[in-house]
């Protein structure tokens, strides 16, 4: 019915390429054979649109299953440990625009060109800009008005002479 078509509409607005006439055909027909010709037909120059990543514990925020809710949870909270442990926030700062790199349990500074040192804090041209890079998320505050939150700060480095501040929010706010 009318959910089946919304599904279909939904699917359809996202991708482009394949077959018009199987894509056409899933708005009046929405047999699985229909849309297995569809989806076969995309091979052929599909392109995503309309897209947004997400992470796969927000797949179970969509549903009406209240059961859901605490694996939900626990898959964000498996989630951000994972990211924390694989994260390169953990190495010491990289200066003057070097990439830190997480190889293992170590760390290392990718320099970029004219930079020399274990933390890229030797450079050719004195005064160059140094962009600034995010430190890791603090731990998540206790639970206070059914909201959490973390924070981080710009200093990992800090930016230097000129060079852009970190992009993105310092703080992060999460319902509990």
Excluded at 18 to 24: L, M, N
Excluded at 85 to 104: D, M
Excluded at 136 to 158: F, I, K, L, M, V
Aim: glycine share 10%.
């Amino acid at each position: 019915g009318d959910e089946e078509t919304r599904l279909v509409e939904d699917i359809i607005s996202r991708v482009r390429g394949g077959s018009s006439g199987w894509g056409g055909g899933l708005t009046q027909n929405q047999s699985p054979i229909t849309y297995r010709s569809w989806g076969k037909s995309l091979k052929y120059n599909p392109v995503v649109i309309d897209f947004e990543m997400q992470p796969i514990h927000e797949i179970l925020r969509h549903t009406n299953l209240r059961s859901l809710e605490a694996k939900r949870q626990n898959l964000q909270q498996a989630l951000d440990q994972y990211l924390m442990e694989f994260n390169a926030c953990r190495c010491g700062p990289c200066f003057n625009n070097g990439e830190p790199v997480l190889e293992g349990t170590g760390c290392r500074c990718q320099c970029p060109e004219a930079h020399q040192g274990l933390a890229c804090e030797r450079l050719e041209l004195q005064g160059a800009k140094s962009d600034g890079r995010w430190s890791c998320w603090s731990a998540w505050s206790a639970c206070s008005a059914g909201t959490r939150e973390r924070r981080r700060e710009c200093n990992n480095p800090a930016p230097q002479n000129g060079g852009a501040s970190c992009p993105g929010r310092k703080v992060q706010t999460r319902a509990c």
